[in-house]
């Protein structure tokens, strides 16, 4: 895909092997539930595997995290269907940070996973946290966005990391909120909160076309002008990192 080329992925780390969907179901304890899921993707290659040999960065682990490298997979579909227990699915079988693409006609939505040793058995990991970009074409230049040079770092780690706070810049990034000041946390935080504050204001709007007391009408448009305001002032507020 033209994305590996836009992200500047190292072609000796270039693999390009099929990963055959029984793998996941001998591997994975599946429920009958989840492999249905894979009735739905066509293939899975198994296009790189990031490592210090070609990559230039080191391992990194300490009592929490293990980031020896990093993989990446494109899973062709047949149909978008829940793609994010997929993604859950997948991550958890192959137990490597991971840049998961999955691939609908002529567009690409790309799955990050942050992870953790389990606490019950530090052999395991534990999927901490995901994100995700939207559906967009190849051409988008967001792809660019994620060149593993615009990272200056030492270890996969922090690699995995900042590729995962710069798709959750980008999320408020297009919504027009100023990012240059939060961290990927932060801006993770702030996400949430106005898709919490967006979520009232629909339900206030309904509540309000609904309504047939002009006394209650006013109620809610006093509660959503507020709900409003918040949104506003966090959209456009810069905390520091």
Not at 30 to 41: I, R
């Amino acid at each position: 895909m033209e994305i590996f080329a836009s992200m500047c992925l190292p072609e000796t780390a270039r693999i390009d092997r099929v990963i055959p969907k029984k793998q996941f179901y001998e591997n994975g304890n599946l429920s009958t539930a989840d492999k249905k899921l894979f009735e739905n993707v066509e293939k899975i290659y198994w296009r790189y595997a990031l490592k210090t040999e070609n990559c230039f960065l080191g391992a990194y682990q300490d009592e929490k995290r293990d980031y020896p490298e990093i993989e990446v997979l494109e899973v062709k579909l047949r149909q978008e269907k829940q793609i994010k227990r997929l993604a859950e699915v997948i991550m958890g079988v192959i137990p490597y940070p991971m840049l998961l693409f999955f691939h609908l006609d002529n567009h690409i939505q790309l799955y990050m996973g942050m992870l953790r040793q389990n606490q019950a058995d530090s052999g395991r990991m534990t999927l901490e946290t995901m994100e995700s970009t939207d559906w967009l074409s190849e051409e988008d230049a967001f792809w660019q966005e994620l060149a593993i040079g615009k990272i200056p770092v030492t270890n996969f780690y922090l690699l995995y990391k900042g590729l995962f706070d710069t798709i959750s810049k980008h999320h408020l990034r297009i919504m027009n909120v100023p990012t240059a000041e939060i961290s990927g946390h932060e801006a993770r935080d702030k996400l949430r909160i106005i898709q919490e504050l967006e979520k009232e204001i629909a339900k206030l709007r309904k509540q309000m076309k609904l309504e047939g007391q002009f006394n209650r009408k006013m109620e809610y448009n006093s509660k959503l002008q507020k709900l409003k305001k918040a949104k506003a002032e966090i959209m456009g507020q810069g905390s520091k990192a």
